[in-house]
C-alpha cells in the first residue's frame, strides 16, 4: 500500500501540503498521481506526474490552486493545496498511474471548513 500524510483540519483559503512515498518495489508503470473521495461521493482524479517527463495533469477543479511534483531521490510525491475551499474535503489518496487496486492506502483526511 501506499500511505499518504500531511492531511489536516483548515480554514477556506489556507494551504496544505501532502506527501505519498512509494518504496523501490512499487510497481510504477507511467507515474503516480492524487485521488479524493469526498462524503458520499466516487473517488475520483486530481493530479498526476509523468516519472519519464515529469509531465503533471491537473483536475479542472483544482488547475491554478493545486500543484503535484515529486522528489526523484525519495521516490516521494507532494500535493500543494492552496487556496482550499469546502469542497475540497474528502479523503486523499495517492497511487500509481494506472491505480492498482491493492496499493490503495487510508488516504489523509483533509477537511476545509468555510
Known amino acids: 500500500q501506499l500511505q499518504a500524510s500531511g492531511g489536516g483540519l483548515v480554514q477556506a483559503g489556507d494551504s496544505l501540503r501532502l506527501s505519498c512515498r512509494a518504496s523501490g518495489s512499487t510497481p510504477i508503470k507511467y507515474g503516480m498521481g492524487w485521488f479524493r473521495q469526498a462524503p458520499g461521493k466516487e473517488r475520483e482524479f486530481v493530479a498526476n506526474i509523468d516519472w519519464s517527463n515529469d509531465r503533471t495533469r491537473h483536475a479542472d477543479s483544482v488547475k491554478g490552486r493545486f500543484t503535484i511534483s515529486r522528489d526523484n531521490a525519495k521516490n516521494t510525491i507532494f500535493l500543494q493545496l492552496n487556496s482550499l475551499k469546502a469542497e475540497d474535503t474528502g479523503v486523499y489518496y495517492c497511487?500509481?498511474?494506472?491505480?492498482?487496486?491493492?496499493?490503495w492506502g487510508q488516504g489523509t483526511q483533509v477537511t476545509v471548513s468555510s
Open positions: 497511487n500509481t498511474v494506472p491505480p492498482i487496486n491493492t496499493y
